[in-house]
């Protein structure tokens, strides 16, 4: 059985499994709402079958990350820790056309020691359909050394505040 359950901007979902005694078990996975942004869809990023082109999709992931990220004022230095993306996929649902504006829907998962799962969310405004869904893990590293280190606290605390 599947479930999904929300409130205060957290989207509670997984599987529930009923073992033989009746109880349920719930796997859960935690979706926090954390940023929405809207980008204008622009004539050139039509590709030749008339729809928005598939690595648009992943731009338009970025854009609402590299925001997600200043707003929180993180540094993006060469030199320093920062957030990279350790992988990133996208599913399209529905194809995307000019004109439009494209609303973003960035949530985070529960967070690691130096990393938080984050989804995606794409709609065209005006219509709550989802066009499109993408996932990126995210992980703090060291850019000098190449290796992952903690999430910054002030930023753990953004990620796990209610």
Known sequence: ???????????????????????????????????????????????????????????????????WIEAMQVPVRPGGAGPVIVNASCTFLI???????????TFVGHPGRSSVPTHVEMRIVGDERIYAEGAAKVV???????????????VRALIEAE
């Not at 056309?97 to 609303?103: A, C, I, K, L, Q």
């Not at 703090?140 to 002030?154: A, E, F, H, Y």
């Open 1 to 67: 059985m599947i479930y999904c359950d929300a409130y205060n901007n957290t989207v509670q979902y997984g599987k529930a499994l009923i073992n033989p005694s009746g109880h349920k078990n719930i796997m859960e996975q935690r979706r926090k709402l954390i940023h929405v942004t809207t980008i204008p869809i622009r004539w050139g990023d039509m590709d030749a079958y008339g729809h928005v082109n598939n690595t648009v999709y992943f731009r338009f992931m970025e854009q609402a990350r590299v925001e």
């Open 95 to 105: 194809p995307m056309n000019y004109p439009g504006t494209v609303e973003v829907r």
């Open 140 to 154: 703090w590293m060291d850019t000098q050394t190449g290796k992952s280190v903690p999430l910054p606290d002030d």
